[in-house]
């Protein structure tokens, strides 16, 4: 009776040893090429694209630092950088970095007071989160969503967003179509701090890039580690 006690027991030992090497293992999937990953499933690997894009503003790459790129932290607002923060002075030409229909574009945008702005993001400590309205009302300023369709990845619907500009060019409208490469605005630092105290210092071009089917929206760069983020990113451009 003991025998068969101690080798059960020694047989719930190696199953229960072996089921977390087997998550372990999951979770090591190799994520070199990858535009984002959540699983086996849902996930974008670059040679599944049907076409690169062009940058928002050809002189200015994908930049090194981490801060700049998806997945860092925005404390100042609990939430995380999803977008790609390009240092284009104040007032520099943005493009569309593929072609598509005008989704959202607000030319008339005017910046909230630094009192205010400051209560909003009072508002996102409290709930230790950035609410989507603040989100998208504020903290973007003047921006552009674009809506590539199926162009770009073959089973993602891709969505870019221009977001700081100091202006919005004329006739890009909500409807309108655009051809990749050309010019939908400015650089700028509306939606900032910066804005809301009416200088013009910080400007940049915050653009994120989203990826959505019917499981969800994913962001370029998501869930990929740090030391392949830029490389991977860089492979979605010419």
Known sequence: MYKNISFSLILFLLIGCAVPTS?????????????????????????????TIQLPSKDYPVPEHLNLLPNALREYRSGSHHGIDFAIPLNGPIMAVSGGIIVRSNPTHSDVDIDTYNAFLETTQELSKTP????????????????????????????????????????????????????????????????????????????????????????LGQNIPPELLKENIDLLFE
């Open 23 to 51: 998550s372990i293992n999951s979770e090591l999937t190799p994520k070199n090429e990858y535009l984002f990953y959540i699983n086996e499933e849902i996930n974008l690997h670059a040679s599944e694209l049907l076409q």
């Open 132 to 219: 989507e309205d603040i989100y998208h009302y504020i903290l973007l300023g003047k921006s552009i969503v674009i809506d590539h369709g199926y162009s770009i990845a073959p089973n993602f619907r891709t969505i870019s967003v221009y977001a700081h500009l100091s202006s919005i060019a004329e006739g890009i409208l909500p409807g309108a179509k655009v051809e990749k490469g050309q010019l939908v605005g400015f650089s700028g630092n509306t939606g900032t701090s910066s804005g809301a105290l009416r200088n013009d210092k910080g400007a940049h071009l915050h653009w994120e890039l989203y990826f959505e089917d019917a499981s969800g929206k994913y962001f």
